[in-house]
T-cell receptor
Framework: SQQGEEDPQALSIQEGENATMNCSYKTSINNLQWYRQNSGRGLVHLILIRSNEREKHSGRLRVTLDTSKKSSSLLITASRAADTASYFCATDGSLTGNQFYFGTGTSLTVIP | GAGVSQSPSNKVTEKGKDVELRCDPI?????LYWYRQSLGQGLEFLIYFQGNSAPDKSGLPSDRFSAERTGGSVSTLTIQRTQQEDSAVYLC?????????????????FGEGSWLTVV
């Protein structure tokens, strides 16, 4: 399976702290994306990093990609209670790029 | 449309009945995806459409599941003879893809999902 795996499964932090989530995958990829999901509803796209990129920033989000280790990390700085959600990584990894494989997600709780 | 639209948003059905779930993708998006998510679980890929054709049906869990897409737009996921284990949220997503084999790196946009409960 090319499915990504997020780590940790659950994370609880105080507001203002940084939150780091990791994602590992199994095969070569074209790109990796991070998504956020509130309360089991639709996923919202956060950031995309291509296989030839190593780091990308968007606001309080920082994503790194290490293709040699087949892993990515998502860092949320200065967390807020509103960041409480599940976070998923998705890889576009098949030869034809026709699927996006999602991991099982990290459930983040930010305590006010 | 402005976003991916799914209907119904919630559906309760009796075991053994058939259900149809509808997805209206973002206008102009050529690719459409169906995923299933059980409570507290990750997303399970079901099927992918490029235009009206489905090059990848590998995720459909059984022959009770089928999907079609017409006019390169609206898609319907049909579950026949529903079972309790079919209870989940069914998520549809769409993206603009230039075709297979290209590293297009496109973002996929999700609908809010259809919650299916089989009782």
């Amino acid at each position: 399976s090319q499915q990504g795996e997020e780590d940790p499964q659950a994370l609880s932090i105080q507001e203002g702290e940084n939150a780091t989530m990791n994602c590992s995958y199994k095969t070569s990829i074209n790109n990796l994306q991070w998504y956020r999901q509130n309360s089991g509803r639709g996923l919202v796209h956060l950031i995309l990093i291509r296989s030839n990129e190593r780091e990308k920033h968007s606001g309080r989000l920082r994503v790194t990609l290490d293709t040699s280790k087949k892993s990515s990390s998502l860092l949320i700085t200065a967390s807020r209670a509103a960041d409480t959600a599940s976070y998923f990584c998705a890889t576009d990894g098949s030869l034809t790029g026709n699927q996006f494989y999602f991991g099982t997600g990290t459930s983040l709780t930010v305590i006010p | 449309g402005a976003g991916v639209s799914q209907s119904p948003s919630n559906k309760v059905t009796e075991k053994g009945k058939d259900v149809e779930l509808r997805c209206d993708p973002i206008s102009g998006h050529t690719a459409l995806y169906w995923y299933r998510q059980s409570l507290g679980q990750g997303l399970e890929f079901l099927i992918y459409f490029q235009g009206n054709s489905a090059p990848d049906k590998s995720g459909l869990p059984s022959d009770r599941f089928s999907a079609e897409r017409t006019g390169g737009s609206v898609s319907t996921l049909t579950i026949q003879r529903t079972q309790q284990e079919d209870s989940a949220v069914y998520l549809c997503a769409s993206s603009f893809r230039q075709g297979a084999g290209l590293a297009v790196g496109n973002t996929i946009y999700f609908g809010e999902g259809s919650w299916l409960t089989v009782v």
